[in-house]
């Protein structure tokens, strides 16, 4: 089946420093890929729709200035965790869609465990 | 947007017996529902989906139901095990955009 892959899985980093997650579509090209953010306990919330070859798509409240976001590829969305700070700290995962119609499923990275000290 | 609300929180069954969970959504323009099955620390899986010129789906001991006109749905198990014991999440997607509206998360808890 469909395999999205996320790396790292976990990092730890010093407050100020930037963190850079990956995340690759292994068997199917995706022009949109999703970020969300979860903290424990709690829903997925979507940060931004990443788009190939375009600008992301921010959700409200969502800094995209500190949440750099760049979808170079059909098979890899990058997101950028800049000047991060403990508040900072959350479970990261990317998703895709298999197909371009609506109705596809969403398949989902292993995430990304951030931990800014 | 797309507002999805998720009962109950939390859910605990004994095994074998079944466990319902359910879902409201705001956004008519909706037309396709996943349902996630989060373990700790591990990704969302699909577990099943249904779309909107659909009324039911089952698959196994698992099924989900939609009823469009008063915007729910609800995932059915049955037969609990106790490796059912998860999280899990419905979401609508909205269409046109492609992106998913999760609900808060069900605490699912199979007693042996």
């Known amino acids: 089946g469909a395999v999205v892959s996320q790396h790292p899985s976990w990092v730890i980093c010093k407050s100020g420093t930037s963190v850079k997650i990956e995340c690759r579509s292994l068997?199917?090209?995706?022009?949109?890929m999703f970020w969300y953010r979860q903290f424990p306990k709690q829903s997925l919330m979507l940060m931004a729709t990443?788009?190939?070859?375009?600008?992301?798509?921010?959700e409200q409240g969502v800094e995209k200035d500190k949440f750099l976001i760049n979808h170079a590829s059909l098979t890899l969305s990058t997101l950028t965790v800049t000047s991060a700070h403990p508040e900072d700290s959350s479970f990261y995962i990317c998703?895709?869609?298999?197909?371009?119609?609506?109705?596809?499923?969403?398949?989902f990275g292993n995430g990304t465990r951030l931990t800014v000290t | 947007g797309e507002n999805v609300e998720q009962h109950p929180s939390t859910l605990s069954v004994q095994e074998g017996d079944s466990a319902v969970i359910k879902c409201t959504y705001s956004d008519s323009a909706s037309n396709y529902f996943p349902w996630y099955k989060q373990e700790l620390g591990k990704r969302p899986q699909l577990i099943i989906d249904i779309r909107s010129n659909v009324g039911e789906k089952k698959d196994q001991r698992i099924a989900v139901t939609l009823n469009k006109t008063a915007k729910h749905f609800s995932l059915h198990i049955t037969e609990t095990q106790p490796e059912d014991s998860a999280v899990y999440f419905c979401a609508a997607r909205i269409t046109n955009a492609g992106k998913s509206t999760f609900g808060d998360g069900t605490t699912l808890t199979v007693k042996p």
């Open positions: 068997d199917f090209q995706a022009t949109t």
């Open positions: 998703s895709a869609a298999l197909g371009r119609g609506d109705n596809s499923p969403l398949h």
């Open positions: 990443s788009n190939e070859g375009s600008k992301a798509t921010y």
